[in-house]
């Protein structure tokens, strides 16, 4: 099916996430799209796929038809099917019910006949999938075998894949790749969006970038990865003036750490970090650097490996501990993990403090929040409730509630979504406290701000953990690459 | 508007309005007068002096109740089995009365080691459901309501078997204690100034517990966030457990207060229903101390001003009941009804 | 005992049942849908009240019946609106509606105390009622027991067979992969939360028209039927066959009590009525037990063989709720 996309806008109140979008993917086409997170890849996606619509003036032409599709059960009518990244599936029910569901029909679905057409498209795929297992015990892997095959089924003819090969194995991979191949040649349009560089270039005839909303370029196979990683990440990236750490005492030391969870495994890992010192970890979101800060936080356990700090053994310890020992975290997700909605800012200034006895000092709280609030620069007042306050300062707010003193401040996004003031004033922030002696690991997933601000950096793949890498000895262009998957043979084989 | 303070009052007023409208059709449709009732009712609690004394009586327990809830809501838990905890607070200062009744002690150290007896028993029945909840994993409401029924079966085990009447035991209760046993009464009235000081010192002890303290300011964060209390470094299940622990001494207070100034034994129905209308009393008042005394009276008085209606109107009390639910209701559906309008604004 | 007195017992067990089964179904479809309908106890009363007095005015006991069916309806709409449309707490607005039904039924039901009125009658079905035991359990009953057992097949066929319950499954399970599926997920949760409280509605009626003959105000010893009837849903594990066997195995355990009375003169007989509670109570716990978060927590710690084993022996126990109970849905 041919399909061509005509000024696509999207606005979400003042974010523009789509600007002005004309792509054209032939029949039997497997088009890559790729881009940062949150470059309006998904977005995208979701206007083609019926959970939103685009702002008004924009098309969508099936087979050179105008269609509008309402919702995603109306863009399947439209033949047009989407594989979730988490698989949109019902993991306690048996594999051929959520094959069943949402096909319409009779009151009783006949299984006889259904069983049969599973068995058939399995096959000609080669999956092996038991109809009548459950969900839940299947891998990742398999429940998108199960949504292809399903999708199918239901007459799609245009197959939107999104981060397909996050968490499946490499030869589920080898057998998805094969699938997506024999589908375009049947005449299936395939849209595979990847951040993964190497897949894309694989399997894609054809490739798009977006980079902040916008429509970067197209690119046909072959493909010249300079290329692909410049369009991605921006071709100029500034540098501001580093400041070399007076790296100091070994704070936080790992020893062969492993870590688990049902996607991902990170296996032994050994990493030191002096006094004063800023670690980056760079990766797609995903790729096991959540699970890694977390572990530095003693949120996650790790399943083998040794932890120490400051010369204390911390391995299997307490968040709580950690949090006693001078560890601070400071969670990606603001309002559902960092701050209590509902508490104003002294309420959060109070509770972040060791408690006076029993009362609470009302004037002593109300001085203590006036401090920090005109230290941190923080637009609002003593009584203002967390969630009034815009990103920007409920994250000032975040860094205002970090212990004093620290050995360790952990960040996840310090600084998304936040204008470009506000960046540079908390890092000027968090730059303070390592002089003071801390040591910062932070999670971001822009390039700019890891190589400004850190000293040295992780890169993070599908669970394999580089080196670290002296941010002043490395390049965007190398890094995109790491990030992308390439490259990593060159890295020495201790990891993998 | 719609969104200030202003507003949240403009729709509470509405669901006044509405709610005494719909209970007034309710009237109206088996032929009472509804200005008769409401009057009656009125008159039932505040007309005479006797009158309100009866209503103080129900107030104290409802005050304590509700007191205790507060804690419970503010950590984000639906302490459902309060109404346990009222009764396990009964049977346990029933059981150190009739400890003592042989004993020399000074009556007054009794009544107090009955109602610290009280407290004790409604916390220790209290942390079952916290328990329950924290380390099985089961809803503190199913956890809760399963044990209202086990503290329900307890008592009448209790007052037809081990505490059973001489002679024949019946659902009139244990035997009375010695008048000694009970908390003075001022002259003439029912009300004891002494329960009725516990209860006030309990809500006041709770709204400067929620209010003025970094244990309640630590509850508080744990209810509305659990999780970045947890990041914040609060303890959060002890939290969890200290809560049920107050919430169970509070109610277990209240049921203290039913048998060493009210009934002055065990009875069946010793909680009178307190718990589930103290939960009311909490909803109705979004959780907020300050207004603990005047809407726990106000129900109390309905309660009491109810109970003249079959005699002069041919009407069941239970319109009391019927009112103090409809009010909720309405006012929950208000809030709701602000909340996406002023979502759209 | 004879054999006889056991079978009357038995079948008394059946029929006494009926209501609660009833009373599960219902709550089973609503939270299957992912709505909490804690209203029940209130419910119940209401409906009883209200279903004997439709019948007593009317003198039509059908009438009486679908009455019932139509107050357990509009309760289940209030808590709907209130869940669906207004996002209030389910659990709130369920208790108030629990407690103020109750006391609506017992205002409104005042005229009516200790009238006599219409009862359903015992309906033997000829030929198969004259199989021995089997024909005494089964199918000498009253049409109302008949269509409890009825309904526990039809539910259990609905929920498992048929594809809008498949439909139904999915919604309480994750609405977004019910929705893009094509399911109206919110309308959808309306039918079945009105569609449930009607059946709710039911039992009340099969108290006040057949079990419990009459309208007794307080003394109808009704309250509390619907705290247990809740417990039962959580027991059955959202399972139409597995709740109904909860109902029969509570019926069972209250009958015995009543048996074993005479052997144990010392405990009063209120007492064996709820023996079940603190079996219920520990069944929960059994139930619940694998989702709390110290077993996870205990079990990441271990060595991965031995942790696999007990994660499976706990899931096997565990009767997981509809990942959305009492979760909103919006569609982006």
């Known amino acids: 099916m041919n399909i061509e996309l005509k000024n696509i806008h999207k606005h979400f109140g003042k974010v523009h996430a789509n600007k002005n979008i004309n792509l054209a993917i032939p029949s039997g086409t497997i088009q890559g799209i790729l881009g940062e997170n949150g470059a309006g890849k998904s977005t995208l996606m979701k206007i083609l796929s019926g959970f939103i619509q685009a702002d008004a003036g924009g098309e969508i032409i099936l087979d050179g038809k105008p269609v509008i599709i309402h919702s995603p059960a109306d863009a399947i009518h439209h033949g047009v099917g989407m594989l979730h990244q988490d698989p949109l599936d019902f993991p306690p029910m048996r594999v051929l019910d959520n094959f069943l569901l949402g096909r319409s029909g009779g009151l009783f679905p006949n299984r006889t006949t259904v069983a049969r057409d599973f068995k058939l498209l399995a096959e000609q795929f080669d999956f092996s999938l038991d109809p009548d297992s459950y969900v839940d015990s299947l891998t990742v892997g398999e429940r998108q075998q199960l949504e292809i095959i399903r999708l199918l089924w239901l007459g799609a003819r245009i197959l939107i894949l999104d981060e397909p090969t996050t968490g499946i194995s490499a030869s589920q991979k080898t057998k998805l790749f094969a699938t997506l191949k024999k589908l375009a040649e049947q005449g299936m349009t395939i849209i595979f969006v990847s951040h993964k560089l190497e897949d894309v270039e694989h399997l894609c005839h054809q490739a798009a970038v977006l980079r902040a909303g916008e429509l970067v370029g197209e690119i046909k196979t072959p493909y010249v990865t300079s290329k692909l990683v410049e369009m991605m990440f921006g071709k100029e990236i500034t540098l501001g003036e580093r400041q070399p750490a007076q790296a100091g005492e070994v704070v936080l030391s790992f020893t062969n750490i492993s870590l688990e969870d049902v996607r991902l495994k990170i296996k032994n890992v050994d990493l030191q970090v002096r006094a004063g010192e800023v670690i980056g970890l760079a990766g797609m979101e995903g790729s096991g650097q959540g699970m890694f800060i977390r572990a530095c936080a003693g949120l996650t356990r790790p399943v083998g490996g040794r932890v120490q700090l400051n010369g204390q053994d911390l391995t299997g310890k307490s968040y709580h501990t950690y949090k006693h020992a001078g560890v601070n975290f400071l969670p990606a997700a603001r309002l559902e993990e960092g701050l209590v909605p509902g508490l104003n800012l002294t309420d959060h200034f109070v509770l972040a403090e060791e408690p006076k006895g029993v009362f609470i000092d009302r004037a002593a709280g109300q001085k203590l929040a006036e401090d920090r609030i005109q230290s941190f620069n923080i637009r609002g007042t003593p009584l203002s409730t967390v969630e009034s306050l815009s990103g920007g300062n409920q994250q000032r707010a975040e860094l205002a ?96 | 508007m719609l969104k200030g303070r202003g507003g949240g009052f403009l729709f509470q007023l509405i669901a006044l309005l509405l709610a005494f409208g719909f209970v007034s059709l309710i009237l109206l449709s088996v032929n009472a007068s509804p200005v008769d009732a409401y009057k009656n009712m009125f008159t039932g609690s505040f007309g005479s002096m006797r009158k309100f004394a009866e209503v103080l009586v129900a107030f104290v327990p409802l005050l304590l109740v509700t007191a205790g809830l507060l804690v419970t809501f503010s950590s984000g838990l639906w302490n459902i089995g309060v109404e346990g905890q009222v009764v396990l607070g009964a049977i346990a200062t029933t059981w150190v009365f009739r400890y003592f009744l042989e004993s020399s002690l000074h009556p007054a150290v009794i009544i107090t080691l009955a109602i610290l007896g009280g407290m004790i028993g409604g916390a220790i029945w209290a942390s079952f459901t916290g328990l329950l909840k924290v380390f099985g994993g089961v809803n503190e409401i199913f956890g809760g309501l399963g044990l209202n029924f086990v503290s329900t079966a307890l008592t009448i085990y209790l007052i037809f078997g081990p505490w059973k009447r001489p002679g024949v035991a019946s659902m009139s209760g244990t035997v009375p204690f010695p008048a000694e046993f009970s908390l003075s009464q001022l002259a003439e009235l029912r009300i004891s100034p002494w329960a009725l000081g516990i209860a006030l010192v309990g809500i006041v002890i709770v709204y400067f517990i929620l209010q003025g303290t970094y244990f309640g300011l630590r509850l508080k964060a744990v209810g509305k966030n659990f999780r970045a209390a947890y990041l914040l470094g609060i303890p959060t299940w002890q939290y969890s457990m200290y809560s049920f622990l107050i919430c169970g001494a509070l109610a277990g207070a209240a049921g203290a207060m039913q048998v060493a100034a009210v009934y002055h034994r065990l009875i069946p129905s010793i909680s009178s229903g307190y718990g589930y209308l103290g939960l009311m009393v909490a909803m109705l008042i979004n959780y907020k101390a300050v207004f603990a005394i005047p809407v726990a009276l106000f129900f109390a008085a309905l309660n009491i001003g109810s109970i003249q209606l079959p005699i002069l109107m041919k009407l069941d009390s239970s319109l009391s009941g019927v009112l103090q639910g409809v009010l909720v209701l309405f006012v929950l559906l208000a809030e709701g009804a602000r909340q996406k309008f002023s979502k759209k604004a | 005992m004879t054999q006889e007195t056991i079978l009357i017992g038995l079948a008394g067990v059946l029929a006494s049942a009926a209501p609660v089964i009833f009373a599960v179904l219902g709550e089973t479809l609503s939270e299957r849908a992912g709505v909490i309908n804690l209203s029940m106890n209130g419910t119940i009363l209401l409906s009883a009240m209200g279903g004997f007095a439709a019948a007593y005015n009317t003198d039509n006991i059908v009438l009486g019946f679908l009455a019932g069916m139509l107050i357990g309806a509009l309760v289940a709409l209030v808590v709907a609106f209130a869940s669906i449309t207004l996002k209030q707490s389910q659990v709130a607005v369920g208790f108030v509606l629990a407690l103020t039904c109750r006391d609506l039924s017992y205002f409104l039901g005042n005229p009516y105390m200790g009238e006599p009125g219409p009862r359903l009658q015992a309906a033997p079905i000829p030929v198969l009622g004259e199989i021995p035991i089997l024909g005494q359990l089964f199918f000498r009953q009253d049409a109302i027991t008949y269509l409890s057992f009825i309904s526990i097949f039809l539910a259990w066929l ?68 619907g705290w247990i009837a809740l417990s039962i849903t959580i027991f059955g594990g959202w399972n139409p066959s597995r709740a109904a066997f909860g109902a029969y195995l509570f019926a069972f355990l209250q009958w015995l009590g009543l048996v074993l009375q005479p052997v144990f003169t010392q ?40 942790r696999k084993i007990l994660s499976k022996a706990l899931r096997a126990m565990r009767a997981s709720p509809p990942s959305a109970l009492g979760v909103p849905f919006e569609s982006e």
Not at chain 1, 477 to 496: P, R, S, T, V, Y
């Open chain 3, 267 to 306: 405990v009063p007989s209120q007492v064996l009525q709820v023996a079940p509670f603190p079996l219920m109570i520990l069944t929960l716990l059994l139930v619940n037990i694998g989702n709390a978060e110290w077993v996870e927590r205990t079990l990441a710690a271990m060595p991965e063989t031995t």
């Open chain 1, 401 to 496: 509630l970090l212990q004093s003193p620290l050995s360790l401040v952990l960040l996840e996004h310090p600084t998304r979504g936040l204008d470009i003031e506000s960046v540079i004033y908390i890092w000027g922030k968090l730059k303070e406290r390592c002089r003071q002696g801390a040591s910062i690991i932070f999670i971001s997933s822009d390039l700019e701000e890891i190589l400004q601000y850190s000293d040295r950096l992780l890169v993070f793949f599908s669970g394999k953990v580089s080196q670290p890498i002296d941010a002043a000895a490395t390049s965007v262009e190398e890094l995109g690459q790491l990030i992308g998957g390439k490259g990593w043979a060159n890295m020495g084989d201790e990891h993998a």
């Open chain 3, 158 to 225: 609905w929920i498992f067979r048929t594809r809008p319950g498949l439909m139904l499954q999915g919604i309480g399970e994750k609405p977004a992969a019910a929705f893009i599926r094509g399911a109206n997920v919110n309308l959808m949760r309306y039918v079945y939360t009105v569609i449930g409280g009607a059946l709710i509605g039911l039992a009340g009626p099969a108290y006040s028209l057949a079990i419990r003959a009459g309208w007794m105000g307080t003394i109808s010893g009704l309250d509390g039927i």
